[in-house]
């Protein structure tokens, strides 16, 4: 018994000593995590940390959240491949799909061979391309041009103009570009619609860039005058303005349309995979024309052809030119740029041909007019303007269709607004694939296919139809003037 009490006298002694060095090493832990507390506040860092342990709890806040306001303007790009170049969308149906359009391409090009003795024609290629110089130069101009906005914002951003100042100076750098640039487009050169398009699509990519800089400088600017009012400065990095003009010079360059203050980059350029993707692009815009030249003479026939016969004819060869041109500039074409930029999200799409619905495929198949919308259109009306969500929402539906006008306009160079209509008629098949019979359910993809099928034939028809209308009486009205002008020579 005697031994027995000596034991146990001893165990409780040693718990309490194990005790004592718990909770003195669990004491100093606590004070080496204060004094790293400190020296992130002394630091100008921004701490929020709780810390628990067996003898105490501390919680310390060294700054207040920023206005929700400024909230929208948060960095969302993130590092991310495209969808098409992750296993798991299924490479076996991807390429099965690129070997059958490869095999399409070999036979119209042995076809076009056996019959006109060369591969591919050149006679339409020549006519697409020319004067491709004059693209360029407005290419280079909006480049150069940027600048200007750039300074502008810099001025504000610096304190150096007012508010209103600032606002009147965006306004007249976008009245200017638009009326320069849309002029030297329509009334200057003599692009094909291709071409022409793709010079009015870049003049709405700088547009869309320059408002989303100046638009995201401006309130962060004014988010961090009003917090240094306060005494309460905003040390969030990715909410304070950014007016470096290398930043500037990068934005200009990467793709995308929502400016940031910081971007995620990749570590190298990989030279494989850029390879890869230039042949990609140079594959898909082979067929691309090849589709092109094999359509052509359907649209010559146009008058003597019932119009269901015509829009049966060009279903397919209309959905291959649409899925080339998506796969060509969404995939090959970002990539190739994000790829040389080192800009790490790659989410210029998502999986939009699973869509159920049509807010879903808006939503999925153009990301960089998505984002660009859904900060600078949808969101901002609701802070700015006050709407309500259904009102931000029409605003935006709007826009885009505007957008997509204002592109055809440039393309075929006259006012026809067949492509803003569908869009607009579009509302209703929103509300129509959201039954629930509908939404998220395979039928519900199968009613997306059938219209996008009817659709896209559909306008192109319309607008190729008036185009080839406008170059006939043009053609007949020069000949005419040949007629007149050897009339009076003689």
Not at 45 to 74: D, H, M, W
Not at 117 to 145: C, K, N, S
Not at 309 to 316: A, D, E, G, P, T
């Amino acid at each position: 018994m005697i031994e027995n009490s000596d034991i146990t006298k001893t165990i409780i002694k040693n718990r309490k000593k194990s005790k004592s060095l718990k909770d003195e090493v669990a004491e100093a832990q606590l004070q080496r995590e204060q004094q790293k507390l400190k020296l992130n506040v002394s630091s100008g860092g921004v701490v929020t940390q709780t810390t628990t342990t067996t003898t105490s709890t501390t919680t310390i806040t060294t700054e207040c959240p920023p206005s929700p306001s400024l909230e929208r303007f948060s960095a969302i790009s993130k590092p991310r491949e495209s969808i098409l170049t992750q296993p798991e969308m299924g490479w076996g149906t991807f390429n099965y799909i690129a070997i059958c359009y490869s095999m399409a391409g070999l036979t119209m090009m042995v076809d076009t061979y056996l019959s006109t003795g060369t591969p591919i024609e050149t006679d339409m290629l020549w006519w697409l391309i020319r004067d491709w110089q004059h693209g360029l130069y407005l290419l280079l101009a909006l480049f150069v041009w940027s600048y200007v906005n750039y300074a502008c914002t810099w001025l504000y951003a610096r304190h150096k103009i007012p508010a209103f100042m600032s606002i009147t100076l965006y306004i007249l750098w976008q009245a200017i570009t638009f009326s320069v640039a849309g002029y030297y487009i329509l009334m200057v050169c003599d692009l094909s619609p291709i071409l022409s398009g793709g010079s009015g699509l870049q003049l709405c990519v700088y547009s869309l860039k320059n408002h989303s800089y100046w638009h995201t400088n401006y309130f962060l600017t004014q988010g961090t005058i009003k917090a240094s009012k306060k005494n309460s400065p905003i040390l969030r990095r990715d909410l304070t303005p950014n007016v470096l003009v290398s930043h500037f010079t990068y934005f200009l360059c990467v793709p995308t349309l929502v400016f940031e203050t910081q971007f995620p980059r990749t570590k190298s350029i990989r030279a494989s995979y850029l390879l890869k993707e230039v042949l990609a692009c140079f594959g898909t815009f082979l067929m691309f024309y090849l589709v092109t030249c094999r359509v052509s003479p359907i649209y010559k026939k146009v008058n003597d052809t019932p119009l269901l016969l015509v829009l049966i004819q060009l279903s397919l060869p209309s959905m291959s030119l649409w899925m080339l041109g998506f796969y060509g500039v969404f995939h090959c074409l970002l990539n190739i740029f994000a790829e040389l930029t080192r800009f790490a999200d790659r989410e210029f799409y998502q999986d939009w041909w699973n869509a159920t619905t049509f807010d879903q495929w808006w939503r999925k198949w153009n990301r960089p007019v998505h984002k660009w919308m859904l900060r600078h259109v949808y969101t901002d009306s609701m802070y700015t303007v006050k709407m309500k969500k259904t009102g931000a929402m029409v605003s935006t539906f709007l826009l885009s269709a505007l957008l997509h006008e204002m592109v055809m306009i440039f393309s075929f160079k006259f006012v026809r607004p067949i492509l803003s209509a569908t869009m607009i008629l579009q509302i209703g098949l929103v509300w129509f694939t959201q039954l629930p019979m509908l939404q998220k359910t395979r039928f519900g993809n199968v009613v997306m296919w059938i219209t996008v099928f009817v659709g896209q034939p559909l306008v192109q028809l319309l607008y190729s139809t008036h185009y080839n209308s406008l170059l006939l009486d043009e053609q007949q009205h020069q000949q005419q003037l040949l007629l007149q002008q050897n009339i009076t020579t003689i």
